[in-house]
């Protein structure tokens, strides 16, 4: 029987991990995993599992070096230690007692993170095609321990059920907030995720830190109890950089909600973002981008920007803008960092209020309007006018954006004129200008060839939109022309 020795420093104690070779058993088969199992997740004493490829490195959570504490990414692990590439392969876990003080090591373009203690570490090697049972043993030149490895089986607790959520929480790392704050910010942050009530059938959390580049520091799955979740929050280092929590927030709802990370069917999701003064780039795009992947946007804002600094601002409205909806409910102000306890229940009640949810995919954002405008001799230029201001008045109410509604308009007469078509404007001003400053054309009234113009020239290039279709006529009276033909033709195009 051959044997891998690994040596691993700790607190100038050299140990050396002997951990033996299996043979035999040549067609067992790695158990697959994800890029998020963790050490603790796989409850063998040894394991061989697969690791997919493909997984995004900034994303993974590894503690420490050689031995990893049991809440690491198994194939973050297995990445930083150069046992796989990031194209995935076969791991084989060995499960050690807990520790003190995981060392951080940059490694195979991972950095992992320190961490003072964990009550369980695992280790990994190359896997191989076949497996045994084996069991490894640490040889130590230093006295042995006193302790036994507790089994742990802890109770799971269901949690609070009548708030059920799914929340992140996007906490400011930036040189704005300095360590100071980031320190205060994060036990605000405990004492929110403490009085939720997290459990298995109650609220689940994670952790986004933003700054130069956003770090999903823990997702929804990895912590069902407020004491693990209180342990992890503890444990996140300082970042530094630029508040682009903007950016910070796009990444959040594109990556951090998704199913392999936890997120539960039918349960709202929703993220927290804590400004501690202001965020350094667009915020106003990836709260509409949040509301696109159907999550709902807090916004907590801290210590706003005094008269002096407001020049550096780049828009002192960004938490209306950026809100899951501006009516107050989804914006929370404190002064400062100090003395925040009072605010802990207010906002958990906040979280907590299901009917307030609403901020998912809506037909505010995720829907083509096309406008066909009858300019007809019977319209007259004044009532044109009228027209035209009331079909500014229903744009004005959509989220248009490039990634939300979009807009189209197309006068008619015997004859055909688009406007502007749906990729022309990707700004609730821009179309709302365009409309204003349509010429009148005056002539005579098809309104059948135009609703077959409009289906062909101006749906025809979205046809592979995700967005629903509504095609909204403003006529003032009867068309010389078959309707009833070209209308149900745009019924049947819309299947």
């Given at each position: 029987?051959?044997?891998?020795?690994?040596?691993?420093?700790?607190?100038?104690?050299?140990?050396?991990?002997?951990?033996?070779?299996?043979?035999?058993?040549?067609?067992?088969?790695?158990?697959?995993?994800?890029?998020?199992?963790?050490?603790?997740?796989?409850?063998?004493?040894?394991?061989?599992?697969?690791?997919?490829?493909?997984?995004?490195?900034?994303?993974?959570?590894?503690?420490?070096?050689?031995?990893?504490?049991?809440?690491?990414?198994?194939?973050?692990?297995?990445?930083?230690?150069?046992?796989?590439?990031?194209?995935?392969?076969?791991?084989?876990?060995?499960?050690?007692?807990?520790?003190?003080?995981?060392?951080?090591?940059?490694?195979?373009?991972?950095?992992?993170?320190?961490?003072?203690?964990?009550?369980?570490?695992?280790?990994?090697?190359?896997?191989?095609?076949?497996?045994?049972?084996?069991?490894?043993?640490?040889?130590?030149?230093?006295?042995?321990?006193?302790?036994?490895?507790?089994?742990?089986?802890?109770?799971?607790?269901?949690?609070?059920?009548?708030?059920?959520?799914?929340?992140?929480?996007?906490?400011?790392?930036?040189?704005?907030?300095?360590?100071?704050?980031?320190?205060?910010?994060?036990?605000?942050?405990?004492?929110?995720?403490?009085?939720?009530?997290?459990?298995?059938?109650?609220?689940?959390?994670?952790?986004?830190?933003?700054?130069?580049?956003?770090?999903?520091?823990?997702?929804?799955?990895?912590?069902?109890?407020?004491?693990?979740?209180?342990?992890?929050?503890?444990?996140?280092?300082?970042?530094?950089?630029?508040?682009?929590?903007?950016?910070?927030?796009?990444?959040?709802?594109?990556?951090?909600?998704?199913?392999?990370?936890?997120?539960?069917?039918?349960?709202?999701?929703?993220?927290?973002?804590?400004?501690?003064?202001?965020?350094?780039?667009?915020?106003?795009?990836?709260?509409?981008?949040?509301?696109?992947?159907?999550?709902?946007?807090?916004?907590?804002?801290?210590?706003?920007?005094?008269?002096?600094?407001?020049?550096?601002?780049?828009?002192?409205?960004?938490?209306?803008?950026?809100?899951?909806?501006?009516?107050?409910?989804?914006?929370?102000?404190?002064?400062?960092?100090?003395?925040?306890?009072?605010?802990?229940?207010?906002?958990?009640?906040?979280?907590?209020?299901?009917?307030?949810?609403?901020?998912?995919?809506?037909?505010?954002?995720?829907?083509?309007?096309?406008?066909?405008?009858?300019?007809?001799?019977?319209?007259?230029?004044?009532?044109?006018?009228?027209?035209?201001?009331?079909?500014?008045?229903?744009?004005?109410?959509?989220?248009?954006?490039?990634?939300?509604?979009?807009?189209?308009?197309?006068?008619?007469?015997?004859?055909?004129?688009?406007?502007?078509?749906?990729?022309?404007?990707?700004?609730?001003?821009?179309?709302?200008?365009?409309?204003?400053?349509?010429?009148?054309?005056?002539?005579?009234?098809?309104?059948?060839?135009?609703?077959?113009?409009?289906?062909?020239?101006?749906?025809?290039?979205?046809?592979?939109?995700?967005?629903?279709?509504?095609?909204?006529?403003?006529?003032?009276?009867?068309?010389?022309?078959?309707?009833?033909?070209?209308?149900?033709?745009?019924?049947?195009?819309a299947k």
């Amino acid at each position: 029987m051959s044997a891998a020795w690994i040596p691993v420093l700790c607190l100038g104690v050299c140990l050396l991990l002997l951990l033996p070779e299996p043979a035999g058993s040549e067609g067992a088969v790695p158990i697959p995993i994800t890029c998020f199992t963790r050490g603790l997740d796989i409850r063998k004493e040894q394991a061989d599992v697969l690791c997919p490829g493909g997984c995004v490195l900034e994303e993974f959570s590894v503690f420490g070096n050689i031995v990893y504490a049991s809440v690491s990414s198994v194939c973050g692990a297995a990445v930083h230690r150069g046992v796989i590439s990031n194209s995935g392969g076969p791991v084989r876990i060995y499960s050690l007692p807990g520790r003190e003080n995981y060392s951080s090591v940059v490694a195979n373009g991972i950095q992992s993170q320190t961490l003072s203690r964990w009550s369980a570490s695992f280790t990994v090697t190359k896997g191989k095609s076949g497996t045994q049972e084996a069991t490894g043993q640490a040889v130590s030149t230093a006295r042995p321990a006193t302790g036994k490895r507790l089994k742990k089986t802890p109770e799971k607790k269901t949690g609070n059920k009548d708030c059920k959520a799914d929340i992140a929480f996007l906490i400011d790392g930036s040189f704005n907030i300095g360590q100071r704050r980031f320190n205060l910010q994060k036990n605000f942050v405990g004492k929110v995720a403490l009085m939720l009530g997290i459990g298995t059938e109650g609220p689940h959390v994670g952790l986004v830190q933003a700054s130069e580049h956003p770090k999903i520091e823990f997702y929804l799955k990895n912590f069902t109890s407020a004491k693990d979740v209180l342990f992890a929050i503890k444990e996140v280092g300082f970042r530094g950089g630029n508040s682009n929590t903007g950016k910070a927030l796009k990444h959040t709802a594109q990556k951090f909600f998704t199913a392999d990370a936890g997120v539960r069917k039918g349960i709202p999701k929703v993220v927290v973002v804590f400004i501690d003064g202001w965020p350094s780039d667009d915020i106003e795009e990836a709260g509409i981008v949040a509301r696109e992947f159907g999550v709902n946007v807090f916004i907590v804002s801290v210590a706003k920007p005094i008269p002096e600094e407001l020049g550096m601002v780049q828009d002192v409205a960004f938490v209306d803008k950026a809100v899951c909806r501006n009516n107050g409910f989804f914006s929370y102000h404190m002064p400062n960092w100090f003395g925040t306890t009072k605010y802990v229940k207010p906002l958990v009640q906040k979280l907590c209020s299901h009917e307030q949810m609403m901020c998912s995919k809506t037909c505010y954002n995720s829907v083509n309007i096309a406008f066909l405008i009858d300019g007809s001799s019977s319209v007259g230029d004044s009532n044109f006018r009228l027209m035209l201001e009331f079909v500014s008045n229903i744009a004005k109410t959509f989220e248009i954006s490039d990634i939300g509604a979009k807009i189209a308009a197309v006068q008619f007469t015997y004859d055909q004129r688009t406007e502007f078509s749906f990729t022309d404007y990707s700004t609730k001003e821009n179309v709302l200008a365009v409309i204003r400053n349509i010429r009148y054309m005056s002539g005579g009234t098809a309104t059948g060839e135009a609703i077959s113009f409009t289906v062909r020239n101006v749906f025809g290039p979205v046809r592979e939109s995700p967005n629903k279709n509504f095609l909204v006529i403003v006529t003032d009276g009867q068309s010389y022309d078959d309707v009833r033909g070209p209308a149900a033709a745009a019924h049947d195009a819309a299947k």
